[in-house]
């Protein structure tokens, strides 16, 4: 089993910047991928960034490229979401995934873990 744990969501203007946290634990996950998904009201969820553990491939939506990055810490077993010039269409839950293949999915039903969420809300 694989626990995943969000944080680092909260209120932010336009433009402004937040970096998501998720903190990963119960296996070891060098042949994982993890992935940021994020979820509107009256939306399905949606791929944001996705990242392979081991290698360090990166897939991004194309709604948030050049502006998002996802990255990993080996060492601390935590996957981060740099959010810069954020939108106010970027304001949804945001959720961390894993999935025990390392390739970075792009569909919701690629992963099996999930963590809780965490809200993030862009004024404009």
């Known amino acids: ?5 969000e944080s680092g969501g909260g209120l932010v203007q336009a433009g402004g910047s937040l970096r998501l946290s998720c903190a990963a634990s119960g296996r070891t996950l060098s042949n994982y991928a993890m992935g940021w998904f994020r979820q509107a009201p009256g939306k399905e969820r949606d791929i944001v960034a996705a990242i392979t553990w081991g290698g360090g491939r990166t897939i991004y939506s194309d709604s948030v490229k050049g502006r998002f990055t996802i990255f990993r810490d080996n060492t601390k077993n935590t996957v981060y979401l740099q959010m810069n010039s954020l939108k106010p269409e970027d304001t949804a839950i945001y959720y961390c995934a894993a999935r025990s293949v390392p390739v970075a999915g792009w569909r919701e039903d690629n992963y099996n ?6 809200q993030v809300t862009v004024s404009s």
Do not use: D
């Open 1 to 5: 089993q694989v626990q995943l744990v």
């Open 113 to 118: 873990y999930w963590g809780q969420g965490t």
